[in-house]
């Protein structure tokens, strides 16, 4: 699973109205029904479980705490995800 953030585009800091907004905005651009691409669908389900997982406080916190203990005990994997990301995007 990629990091939900990314999956939202929206920073770790975002708010929970941030968060619901980046959902919809994604769910509405990436819905089957509306987006006829063969990747929509998967990209649909993505975004939803991103947000199942942001929009719960109790499995944000938990996943914000796992994200911080990775980063701290394996740099040179996140540093590697992180930039994988990213290029993907500049990519992209």
């Not at 968060?19 to 649909?44: G, M, S």
């Amino acid at each position: 699973m990629r990091d939900p953030y990314e999956v939202l585009g929206v920073a770790p800091t975002a708010t929970a109205d941030e968060v619901k907004l980046a959902y919809r905005l994604a769910a509405r651009l990436h819905h089957p029904d509306r987006n006829p691409a063969p990747e929509a669908a998967a990209r649909f389900r993505e975004a939803q479980s991103a947000y199942e997982l942001l929009s719960d406080e109790t499995r944000r916190r938990e996943y914000d705490a796992l994200r911080r203990r990775n980063l701290l005990d394996d740099p040179l994997q996140e540093a590697t995800t992180l930039w994988s990301a990213y290029i993907e995007k500049v990519i992209a």
